[in-house]
């Protein structure tokens, strides 16, 4: 007769120790989404596959609770994502012309575009620019095939993958470490507040000293390099599609990419993430 009160405890305890790492997966879903995502559905619907785990988890399968669990918090965060129907084919095309056109001007001109002029290349206006940023760039950081704009399917790698796909993948996060900490100083605190610390835009633009429009202009910045500087080293059919032009911004570019491979080792990038693909620090 204890033996079932005894299970339910055991699975309480599980649930419980395991907790945290709900928070985790749902601040890393959130990196990659648009700001309107709410949080409360996303830990909400976390917590409920986190329970279902526990009821379900079988201890001799010889798999770690933790990456059963993940696998199915990752898949209940997907559901969630693709109920909220949260980027339309639409939105994500019209993302990519605009990084194209950002691209474009920024090698004619010899430095970041400004947003009016990204908008009359367009042939746009300048809050259709500021729309569309805001809807996909939360998708567009951490996109780790080339960092492409992607839809909701192509988010989440699904954490049961075989040993070779897990070591690429924990490779890939670390590569993007070292390219977010290669970044210039000023370009690093908008990635860092914006994305990693989710901190307003207004609050990084008082702390920098500058406007919105300019931490908007940063950001667009920083994801051309850290998605080039990626593709340089782990896609580099990607980078031969856009090669650099030449001059002093083809040169400081090349700089940071070289950066990038001078910040770490295969041992020290796989060091970042455990062996389920996770940060060690979570």
């Known amino acids: 007769m204890s033996g079932a009160p005894n299970v339910d405890r055991r699975r309480e305890d599980v649930v419980q120790e395991h ?12 990196a990659r989404v648009p700001s309107h995502v709410n949080r409360d559905d996303l830990m909400s619907a976390g917590y409920a596959a986190l329970v279902h785990a ?7 399968r010889g798999v770690p609770f933790a990456r059963f669990a993940a696998a199915r918090i990752r898949g209940a965060l997907l559901d969630e994502l693709r109920g909220l129907d949260w980027a339309s084919r639409s939105v994500r095309q019209r993302a990519r012309r605009t990084d194209s056109a950002r691209q474009e001007l920024t090698a004619e001109l010899g430095r970041t575009p400004t947003i009016q002029e990204v908008a009359e290349r367009l042939g746009c206006t300048v809050e259709d620019i500021e729309t569309a940023d805001d809807d996909v760039h939360r998708a567009v950081v951490f996109s780790l095939q080339g960092f492409a704009t992607a839809a909701a399917d192509d988010m989440v790698t699904e954490p049961s993958a075989g040993p070779e796909e897990m070591l690429i993948r924990r490779e890939r996060l670390g590569y993007l470490q070292n390219a977010v900490d290669a970044l210039p100083e000023r370009l690093r605190v908008v990635v860092q507040g914006y994305f990693f610390d989710e901190r307003p835009m207004a609050r990084i633009a008082e702390e920098l000293g500058v406007t919105e429009s300019r ?3 940063l950001r667009a910045e920083a994801l051309s390099l850290l998605r080039d500087g990626l593709n340089t080293h782990l896609e580099p059919s990607l980078a031969a599609e856009n090669p650099p032009k030449e001059g002093c911004v083809a ?3 090349a700089a940071y990419y070289d950066q990038i491979a001078a910040r770490g080792t295969l041992r020290t990038r796989l060091a970042l993430t455990g062996p389920d693909g996770l940060p060690l620090a979570a």
């Open 215 to 217: 931490v908007s202009q």
């Open 54 to 60: 526990a009821r379900g988890f079988d201890t001799t």
């Open 19 to 30: 907790m945290p790492l709900v928070g985790h997966l749902v601040r890393e879903m959130l």
């Open 251 to 253: 040169r400081r570019r």
